[in-house]
């Protein structure tokens, strides 16, 4: 999925990618943290706080969505500058299967001088946008 920077043209699509998310991902997530927030793990809590269910950590989809950038980039260093807003909850079922997310971008803009380029994300999960305003600045080789 590497960019090939001397192609890349504003208005250039991203190839599609779907990740999955399993409630054994927030348990290595919450570990890696430090963020052992209850709706993270626990159903009951989780519902009773008018949450779909156990949800994904925010700053976790924001990490897959940095990860896709980058993969797309080629080089993790090369993404410059990275934020979005956290626009719905990514609900993940006590399953097998976990929830999918699935993340698009477009380049937005190239900066030729500075030699980067400016990317905007998608990220959809069960058809709602889970990240917006998710806008990478990427240093083009």
């Known amino acids: 999925m590497s960019a090939k920077f001397g192609q890349v ?4 699509e991203l190839p599609a990618a779907d ?7 927030l348990i290595r997530y919450a570990g890696a ?4 927030n209850v709706i993270h793990w ?3 809590v989780a519902t009773s706080v ?11 989809t924001m990490a897959l969505g940095g990860r896709y950038v980058s993969e797309w980039a080629g080089d993790a260093g090369a993404v410059l500058e990275y934020g979005v ?3 719905n909850p990514v609900p993940v079922p006590d399953d097998e299967a976990g929830a999918t997310i699935t993340f698009g ?3 937005t803009a190239v900066d030729e001088e500075n030699r980067t380029a400016t990317v905007t994300l998608t990220a959809l999960s069960s058809g709602q946008k889970v990240l917006g305003k998710a806008i990478a600045k990427v240093r083009l080789a």
């Open 42 to 44: 626990n159903e009951r």
């Open 33 to 36: 943290s430090g963020d052992f």
């Open 105 to 107: 971008g477009k380049v």
């Open 85 to 87: 807003r956290f626009t």
């Open 50 to 60: 008018g949450l779909p269910g156990v949800i994904a950590h925010g700053m976790y």
């Open 19 to 25: 990740i999955t998310v399993t409630r054994a991902d």
């Open 9 to 12: 043209a504003v208005g250039e």
